[in-house]
């Protein structure tokens, strides 16, 4: 897995739009199947991953969408360099096309930015097709292959789709619906994936005095675990009630949201219940002696009040993809004393 940060061999030029492509109108992309007259293979190979930095401006920093992209990389077997971007080695082309915006993957002419889309194209266009090492019954577009990838996805002709086609493409394009199966969807919705991180940063950014505020915090957070935990738990009654009806091969029950399949909601979660471990640490171990009244509401502990996600969190940081990708916690605890003082 190449890792570089070096600027070297990275091209400087901005990035061209005078693709004949960009003459189409959006919703020229907006079919799943259109796809298919586009003249152009998809290649693996030349991507950089543009990061934001560490605290020296050169390590890797504490972004938990840009560790989302890397796991997916990594699972995907894509080789890829990284570059930790601070605004004084930020491209210009970067600032000038993209405003500037982190994490960006540059592949070979073209650019991504926002993790969504970034993992969006890299799922789409480079969708393994051999089983995960755990799940037997895995649907190649619900889960994530660490086999080795097919060169490229054929869709005929040459040259290379214009990132703003491709953009507006899969933002048409229903990520649960066309690209997963019923079970991540399933998984997606009930935990509210999207809803975690900002229930998360509102905790964790709080630093006022107010206890009814702290307690509001502290309750959404706990909500959102809640419904990872009823989740998790749902899963296994599933498998409880099926090995009750004599069924004992359907719905195994597995390690992660979508039993032994690891998806891209694993890849989603993974970082950012690793900030939640250290920042609860960090920031919010002192809210224990504010509980008077010994119910817990204003300090949530993981492995008394959610076994099912501790044992979860405990499957995904134990991934090669995870431990390969991870960063110091000094530089999580970084990032949000920062994002604390805002």
Known sequence: MKSAVSTANLPTSPLPHTHFFYEFPPSFFTSFFRILFLPSPILAGDMVLYIKPGPDGKDIGDCPFAHQIRMVLHEKNLEYSLFPTSPQNKPKWLIEEYDGSLPALRHRSECYV??????????????GSKKQNRGENMKKDCSISKEENDEYVDLGGGGIIPSKAVTN?????????KMMDGFVRGAREHCDIDGFFPALAGYLKYTGTDEETSLLMCDKLRSALQKIEHWLLLQQQQHEQQLDDGDDEKNDVGPYLCGNFFSLVDCDMAPKL????IG???????????????????YIDIDKDFPKVRSYMNAIFDRDSFKSTTYPKETVVWGWENARKK
Do not use: P, Q
Request: net charge negative; no cysteine.
């Open 114 to 127: 926002e993790s969504n889309v970034i993992v969006r194209y890299l799922d789409f266009f480079f969708n």
């Open 169 to 177: 493409m899969l933002d048409s394009i229903d990520l649960d619906d």
């Open 274 to 277: 690793y900030h939640m471990e």
């Open 280 to 298: 609860l640490e960090a920031f919010k171990s002192a809210d224990t002696n504010k509980d008077s009244d010994g119910d817990g509401k204003y």
